[in-house]
């Protein structure tokens, strides 16, 4: 799983085409749309002090925002809601056919941000009802130039330090707007606040240069402080005021919309994944014939590493994938080396229970891009352990190597981070289409067994589809689930019987489905798109069509949405 680190109240953001209404009659000019683009993406970025560093966007107008946290406070909330609604205005008067087809594309992308924020802040209103928002927030902001070389070790601790001094009052703002909380987001909330604490306590304080530590400790005193008590607030006061975490129907829809851009309602793409698990699983049973499924998956699920071993064997299964990758000339390998496999930060272990990715930033592409595996803990029952590991087995370990880095979300942002100009590369970096980026991953997955790898394995592919079952239920399951009603037991069912799943997959999937909303059905949506996107290509290229040819040109565009990526295809 990968998405870029929030910016500001947003958890995951895309466009729609024309989802508020394209006016087809001509109109004046508006106003030159790279300025435009311009002040809406380092505007937005300033709003987000957290985000513009994991952006690489340090200084605005003067502001260092690298000192800087968020701002929560009512006044805070209110100037983001009088930014996006002053570019609502400004983006109005630009005819999106006048545009030439990329400048559309970043319309589309400013348009469907600016709705998706307003419907944030002025109905869903997450930092009302959300704690992890907060607690991922003190996460990133002291992680992010912590592991992220883009100025001297000291100058980015002094940095952490003033970060750190800004901690109990944006404590103080997260305990006066939070009116109620799901159980569920409260849990993880402390959960992942005991990262914070353990990172502040002792990662960050055992690295501080030796004439910063007494800074350091002055700063982290208070903050630390601030941190136990926002638990003690979530354990003993927030509990007692429990609300849905199901987004319902009436927010969800839009949210679906402005996120996914499929040109689809929820409905329709509930129908057409429960249709595409059939086939899948039709397809599965040839392949494991005359064994079962079950059967077949049983036997590869043998197939795993140990607790110590998980994380070297991630590594060894990058570099087997990367020489594969550049042997059979799949895409176009940059030489630059700056992919780290490194455990998953413990505030981020709620969401990523597995492995996740985290791009270099846009605007300093020569900076580390990490490929994050979290751990198995120690403390884990044994049962537990097992479960894990079976479902992560030798291919099922492979898989999720190729979608989060090689040549899955690794390749396509370093793609990315090469478009210019600037500020589009931001723009679609931060902002772009969340189908765009995890259909890549998983477009990749099955293209990789399409051209052979691992001397055409079967048990390869039998792990692939097993994981296109998967994302194909993320569909169902957020649907059914948002809006739906559906209960626990029922989800577990899907996971577990219909796309054959260990139990500790499926209940950390279960949780990360009560923990976000409209990002589970990417995986789907996006791998439908990009094999759509390809046979029209070919269809036009004819005798001519070359895979590579085709990767390399529909990775160069960025995350544009995927209806709109095929028209800046020539």
């Not at 990172?199 to 007494?214: H, N, Q, T, V």
Request: hydrophobic content about 40%; aromatic content about 8%.
């Amino acid at each position: 799983m990968r998405q870029s680190l929030r910016i500001a109240l947003v958890l995951a953001a895309a466009s729609v085409l024309c989802v508020t209404g394209c006016k087809t009659a001509a109109r004046p000019a508006g106003p030159d749309l790279s300025k435009l683009t311009d002040d809406f993406v380092y505007g937005s970025l300033a709003l987000s002090p957290v985000g513009a560093t994991s952006a690489g966007y340090h200084e605005h107008n003067g502001i260092r925002l690298d000192e800087q946290v968020d701002d929560f406070s009512a006044a805070g909330i209110d100037q983001q809601h009088k930014f996006y609604s002053d570019f609502h205005n400004r983006l109005a008067v630009i005819a999106q056919d006048s545009l030439s087809p990329e400048d559309r594309a970043d319309y589309q992308i400013i348009d469907n941000q600016i709705n998706l924020s307003l419907l944030e802040l002025e109905k869903i209103q997450s930092y009302r009802h959300n704690p992890t928002g907060y607690v991922e927030l003190v996460g990133n902001a002291l992680f992010n130039p912590f592991v992220l070389e883009y100025a001297p070790l000291e100058t980015r601790y002094r940095q952490i330090i003033q970060r750190l001094q800004k901690i109990p009052a944006l404590v103080q703002q997260a305990q006066a707007n939070l009116a109620d909380a799901p159980e569920i987001w409260n849990r993880v909330a402390r959960e992942e606040n005991d990262g914070n604490l353990d990172l502040i306590d002792k990662a960050l304080r055992a690295e501080a240069p030796d004439a910063l530590k007494a800074d350091y400790d002055h700063a982290a005193g208070p903050a630390l402080d601030a941190l136990r008590g926002f638990t003690k607030f979530l354990k003993d006061d927030l509990s007692k005021k429990t609300s849905d975490w199901r987004l319902g129907k009436e927010k969800y829809d839009p949210k679906f919309a402005y996120t996914l851009v499929s040109g689809k309602k929820p409905e329709q793409v509930l129908a057409e994944a429960e249709t595409a698990l059939k086939d899948v699983r039709e397809q599965m049973a040839k392949l494991a014939a005359p064994e079962t499924v079950k059967q077949a998956l049983d036997k590869i699920a043998q197939q795993h590493t140990t607790p110590a071993g998980y994380m070297d064997q991630a590594k060894m299964d990058l570099t087997e994938a990367t020489n594969y990758v550049r042997e059979k000339h799949l895409v176009t390998l940059g030489s630059g080396g700056n992919l780290q496999v490194i455990p998953t930060p413990e505030f981020m272990r709620g969401i990523y229970s597995v492995a996740g990715f985290n791009a270099a930033p846009a605007l300093e592409p020569q900076l580390g891009a990490f490929y994050w595996v979290t751990p198995i803990p120690a403390n884990m029952p044994k049962a537990r352990v097992e479960s894990k590991l079976r479902e992560y087995n030798r291919y099922g370990m492979m898989e999720i190597t190729i979608h989060e880095a090689m040549p899955g979300h690794y390749v396509q942002f370093e793609f990315s981070n090469a478009l210019e100009p600037k500020s589009r590369r931001v723009l679609r970096s931060i902002f772009g289409n969340g189908p765009y980026v995890e259909g890549w991953a998983l477009y990749t997955q099955q293209m990789m067994s399409d051209e052979g790898f691992m001397n055409n394995s079967p048990e390869l592919r039998l792990s692939m589809m097993k994981q296109l079952l998967r994302s194909i239920a993320n569909s169902i399951l957020d649907i059914r689930l948002q809006t739906m009603g559906m209960t626990e037991q029922q989800a577990l069912d899907l996971m577990m019987n219909d796309t054959f799943q260990e139990k500790e997959e499926a209940t950390g999937k279960f949780q990360r489905a009560q923990l976000s909303s409209c990002q589970l059905p990417m995986y789907f949506i996006g791998w439908r798109g990009w094999l759509d996107t390809r046979e029209a290509y070919k269809m036009r290229k004819g005798s001519a069509f070359q895979l590579q040819q085709f990767h390399d040109a529909a990775l160069k565009d960025s995350a544009v949405p995927l209806p709109a990526l095929g028209a800046l295809l020539q």
